[in-house]
Nanobody, 121 residues
Framework: QVQLVESGGGLVQPGGSLRLSCAAS????????MRWYRQAPGKQRELVAT???????RYADSAKGRFTISRDNAKITVYLQMNSLNPEDTAVYYC???????????????WGQGTQVTVSS
């Protein structure tokens, strides 16, 4: 079983920055992709950013140029640096990690509990 603990959300003014963290723990053998999703009130959950095991990153159009995803494999932690925030970024942000646990080895997909990001003046 893999647990993900998120931190770093909060209230920020438009134009401000926040850094989200998501730390994984458990019987982890290997980690593949690490992702950040978000869900705004009344909207579907959407993928914001992905970082692969090799460090390749991909972003939603809404995040390009403003958000940066990174990972620390030694700490089994994924980060999301968010700059130039605007009210449309207000949402609950969730981390998502997949990989293998074990022994005995098995695939896993885990979600964080979510952290609220509110952008408002």
């Amino acid at each position: 079983q893999v647990q993900l603990v998120e931190s770093g959300g909060g209230l920020v003014q438009p134009g401000g920055s926040l850094r989200l963290s998501c730390a994984a723990s458990g019987s982890i053998f290997s980690i593949n992709d690490m992702r950040w999703y978000r869900q705004a009130p009344g909207k579907q959950r959407e993928l914001v950013a992905t970082i692969t095991s090799s460090g390749t990153t991909r972003y939603a159009d809404s995040a390009k140029g403003r958000f940066t995803i990174s990972r620390d494999n030694a700490k089994i932690t994924v980060y999301l640096q968010m700059n130039s925030l605007n009210p449309e970024d207000t949402a609950v942000y969730y981390c998502n990690v997949n990989g293998r646990i074990g022994p005995p080895q098995a695939d896993f997909i885990s979600w964080g509990q979510g952290t609220q990001v509110t952008v408002s003046s």
